[in-house]
């Protein structure tokens, strides 16, 4: 029972001895009674139950009028009035079941239909999880390489501070920052905005970053169990195995933590593992070069070797072989990247072109932009 429904049956009798008590000393000269009122108003208000309640102690009263709280209630009157009330009772207590039917249908109604907006947020999420896989899956990360592979390789700060932003904007994280790591220290390379982990760190202080050497990557919502640092970013991922470094999340939306941006970071990282010692084999191998910007023949084979041994790893190139008059136009049209040699071919001077991170798409585009920079078609000759 309700603790309102138990408040009623309390408060009736209290009611009733009261209104007996004014009928019977104070009130006897007026017609209508305060009984009368009392159980007119339960009769409407209350329900079928307390009206039987009601009359019965309305009836208690009149077999006690000739007691000392006598108030003189006409028997015939007191029938009509019993009647009437009884009928609004009546209907009183149908339109209350009816409202609490109506009630309950309302009730269910409103879960039935909380449960749907979950549902259709739940969908929602998928149908969205499910076009990021299409795009990213898809032309989306062939479209992010291509414009990976346009990033200058001749100036670390440039590549590095090119690399982040191509990929902060391509999966919209706001936060990202790339470390190199060495002897036990991580020295920041580039940052989309300040990170949290400033300029250095050392290994150990976050249990992020820890668990991304271990596994390859991580995520701070996947250890929460653990005792987590004051100072931890919501995803890293590991740059090699030794770790080479290591990619940051310091800023995301944590709605994208249950995506698979995870696996996507992880397929760059495996991209810039190799490249980041190709970067760093550039600028070494910049103080190298000949006057013309080409490298000696010897040098040109040891780089063709290495890339040999990238694309083994999903990693292609290409090599283009011209005999031109135009070579030192063709020189200029070059990529800093871009690894030539100068030769001699039956009186023709020759150049010998290696295109990393360039597959045959991408050879039949550069031959295209170079036709157009000469304004004729290149003589092409046979690599070997």
Request: charged content about 30%.
């Given at each position: ?64 009028e000739e007691t000392a709280f006598m108030v003189n209630v006409n028997l015939l009157e007191s029938s009509v009035l019993v ?189 810039l593992d190799a490249m980041m010692g190709r970067v760093e084999e550039f600028e070494i191998l910049k103080g190298n070069r ?95």
């Amino acid at each position: 029972m309700k603790s309102n429904e138990v408040y009623m049956y309390v408060e009736l009798p209290l009611v009733y001895v009261l209104s007996v008590v004014l009928d019977g000393w104070f009130l006897q000269g007026f017609s209508l009674k305060v009984i009368w009122l009392t159980l007119i108003f339960y009769s409407v208000r209350r329900g079928i139950l307390i009206h039987v309640l009601s009359v019965s102690m309305f009836f208690l009263s009149i077999f006690l009028e000739e007691t000392a709280f006598m108030v003189n209630v006409n028997l015939l009157e007191s029938s009509v009035l019993v009647g009437v009330t009884t009928v609004t009772a009546l209907i009183n207590t149908f339109r209350m079941h009816k409202m609490r039917y109506l009630m309950r249908d309302l009730n269910e109604k409103d879960r039935e239909i909380s449960e749907l907006k979950d549902r259709i947020t739940y969908m929602k999420s998928i149908i969205e999880d499910l076009r990021d896989r299409i795009f990213y899956e898809g032309e989306g990360i062939s479209s992010l390489f291509m414009k990976l592979k346009d990033v200058r390789m001749d100036n670390s700060r440039i590549f590095y501070g090119d690399f982040v932003k191509i990929v902060s904007d391509f999966f919209s994280i706001p936060g990202m920052s790339v470390y190199r790591y060495r002897h036990g220290f991580y020295r920041l390379l580039a940052s989309t905005k300040p990170s949290i982990f400033g300029f250095t760190f050392r290994e150990g202080v976050s249990v992020v970053v820890d668990e991304a050497v271990k596994k390859g990557s991580a995520r701070i919502t996947d250890l929460f169990d653990r005792e987590l640092s004051n100072v931890e970013p919501w995803m890293a991922v590991s740059i090699g195995k030794e770790p080479k470094g290591m990619l940051i999340v310091d800023e995301i939306d944590p709605a994208k933590l249950n995506k698979p941006y995870e696996k996507y970071l992880s397929a760059l990282c495996s991209w810039l593992d190799a490249m980041m010692g190709r970067v760093e084999e550039f600028e070494i191998l910049k103080g190298n070069r000949l006057p013309d910007r080409t490298y000696p023949p010897d040098m040109y084979e040891e780089i063709r070797e290495e890339l040999e041994d990238m694309e083994k790893s999903g990693l292609p190139f290409s090599e283009v072989c011209i005999c031109s008059d135009k070579i030192d136009e063709i020189l200029r049209f070059l990529r800093e990247d871009d690894i030539s040699t100068r030769f001699k071919r039956n009186d023709y001077e020759c150049l010998r072109i290696l295109l990393p991170m360039c597959d045959d798409h991408g050879k039949k585009r550069f031959l295209e932009r170079l036709r157009r920079s000469l304004g004729e078609d290149p003589k092409i000759c046979d690599v070997d």
